[in-house]
């Protein structure tokens, strides 16, 4: 059973990488990502959404009626992710260019893009929340903690495949090297 998940997940690094490098193709400019709804990007998305599907359903063991409330919560939820991503990333591609501006430095700006990135966070911590509450309706604890593991599982794999392929900066602020 441990095999056939870690196939699965490698499976899923796999796609995802083929989606960084759909990605890639169409960025409009450098450190920019393509967005779901990009035309290379969608059919791999669609794939890597449906592949890790497949592992959760086999993970949480989820029944037909179980699975089918999952994926409506999944869905309803996804949007929400998806646009919180897309103002995080505009927020973030804002700072860089406004940081980046040594002759004119708006202060203020740069104060209402960390807001913003803040606002995020919370928004964040708020979807996840109300999205627990909707799985605890028809999920266990024990199942909900193991899409919770699921979930930063593939985020890290996905990371580590990204950061392999040089795709590692991510439309945000760039971080300095660990020490």
């Known amino acids: 059973m441990r095999l056939r998940t870690s196939v699965a997940l490698a499976a899923l690094v796999a796609l995802s990488a083929s989606a960084s490098l759909a990605n890639a193709q169409v960025r ?74 040594t002759v004119n430095v708006d202060q203020n700006k740069i104060a209402q893009y960390m807001d913003q990135l ?20 028809f999920l266990t604890p024990l199942q909900r903690a193991k899409l919770l593991a699921l979930r930063e599982q593939l985020t890290q794999r996905v990371m580590q495949a990204e950061r392999a392929q040089g795709g590692g900066r991510r439309g945000g602020v760039q971080q300095p090297p660990p020490r």
């Open 28 to 101: 409009p400019g450098r450190g920019e990502r393509a967005e779901v709804g990009d035309t290379q990007a969608r059919p791999l998305a669609r794939q890597v959404r449906e592949a890790f599907g497949g592992v959760v359903r086999r993970q949480l063991k989820l029944d037909d009626e179980k699975w089918k409330q999952f994926q409506r919560v999944d869905r309803q939820f996804e949007q929400q992710r998806n646009q919180l991503r897309r103002d995080e990333r505009e927020a973030r591609l804002g700072l860089r260019a406004a940081m980046q501006d």
């Open 118 to 137: 803040t606002q995020a966070q919370r928004r964040r911590a708020d979807i996840l929340a109300a999205e627990q509450k909707e799985l605890s309706g």
